[in-house]
């Protein structure tokens, strides 16, 4: 349980957030139209093509809910656990996932269907990123869990349990986030169209970088 946040947390699960829903928003109102930053409708779809005999959507759904994993893996690889902690390697994570956004951009510019497993790898990657933190689950990509605590939390305070103001500030912030990225991302892709992808690598690149100065200068206040 989430007792006290620490606000390098907050900020960057807001900020990897504003990151999910925006490219979701572009994937989905794309010329494939599919979700990326989670797989849960995605592999029901698949498994309606299979069954139907489409397989071609089979295919290209089915490698989206791979490029998912693929990119939970290699953030597995990189990162090492799970637990969420100041000094792993979150910013080498974050330049990955920064270079595979700017190779959707790319595809997408070119119509390529494999634009959505380039976006999708990027969010699995993200994601697995930062599992948990203080025992609370905190995923940045999809809200159906973060949604499912906020209730919980509500629910044990209703039942005179209290309510963990951390964890549920911190779960709210993660939605609130998520949504308004989602809005920008339909603003700016009727805007600036395959372009605005361009605006996801430059913002997660942006957001490694932070976190490395962030390293710094918390290395450098303990002496």
Same mark, same amino acid.
């Given at each position: 349980?989430?007792?006290?946040?620490?606000?390098?947390?907050?900020?960057?699960?807001?900020?990897?957030?504003?990151?999910?829903?925006?490219?979701?928003?572009?994937?989905?109102?794309?010329?494939?139209?599919?979700? &990326?930053?989670?797989?849960? /409708?995605?592999?029901?779809?698949? #498994? *309606?093509?299979? &069954?139907?005999? @489409?397989?071609?959507?089979?295919?290209?759904?089915?490698?989206? =809910?791979?490029?998912?994993?693929?990119?939970?893996? %290699?953030?597995?690889?990189?990162?090492?656990?799970?637990?969420? @902690? %100041?000094?792993?390697?979150? /910013?080498?994570?974050?330049?990955?996932?920064?270079?595979?956004?700017?190779?959707? $951009?790319? #595809?997408?510019?070119?119509?390529? &269907?494999?634009?959505?497993?380039?976006?999708? #790898?990027?969010? /699995?990657? +993200?994601?697995?990123? =930062? #599992?948990?933190?203080?025992?609370?689950?905190?995923?940045?990509?999809? %809200?159906? /869990?973060? =949604?499912?605590?906020?209730?919980?939390?509500?629910?044990?305070?209703?039942?005179?349990?209290?309510?963990?103001?951390?964890?549920?500030?911190? +779960?709210?912030?993660?939605?609130?986030?998520?949504?308004?990225?989602?809005?920008?991302?339909?603003?700016?892709?009727?805007?600036?169209?395959? *372009?605005?992808? %361009?605006?996801?690598?430059? $913002?997660?690149?942006? &957001?490694?970088?932070?976190?490395?100065?962030?390293?710094?200068?918390?290395?450098?206040? @303990?002496?």
């Amino acid at each position: 349980m989430i007792n006290r946040l620490p606000l390098w947390v907050l900020v960057g699960s807001v900020m990897l957030a504003l990151n999910a829903g925006f490219i979701n928003s572009v994937a989905l109102l794309s010329f494939a139209n599919n979700a &990326v930053s989670h797989v849960t /409708g995605t592999a029901t779809i698949a #498994a *309606d093509a299979l &069954v139907d005999g @489409k397989v071609d959507v089979f295919y290209h759904t089915g490698a989206i =809910v791979l490029s998912f994993i693929v990119g939970a893996i %290699l953030s597995g690889m990189i990162v090492g656990q799970e637990a969420l @902690k %100041l000094g792993r390697r979150y /910013g080498v994570a974050l330049i990955l996932e920064s270079t595979l956004l700017f190779l959707a $951009w790319y #595809a997408f510019r070119q119509n390529l &269907v494999q634009a959505e497993w380039l976006a999708s #790898a990027a969010c /699995g990657l +993200q994601n697995a990123m =930062v #599992a948990t933190y203080s025992g609370s689950v905190i995923r940045t990509t999809h %809200l159906t /869990g973060i =949604v499912s605590d906020i209730g919980s939390s509500i629910g044990n305070f209703f039942a005179g349990r209290g309510l963990a103001i951390a964890k549920i500030s911190l +779960q709210s912030s993660i939605f609130i986030a998520f949504v308004i990225g989602a809005g920008v991302g339909s603003v700016v892709f009727r805007h600036a169209g395959y *372009d605005a992808v %361009l605006v996801n690598g430059v $913002w997660v690149g942006m &957001v490694a970088m932070a976190y490395w100065v962030y390293l710094i200068w918390a290395a450098r206040s @303990k002496f």
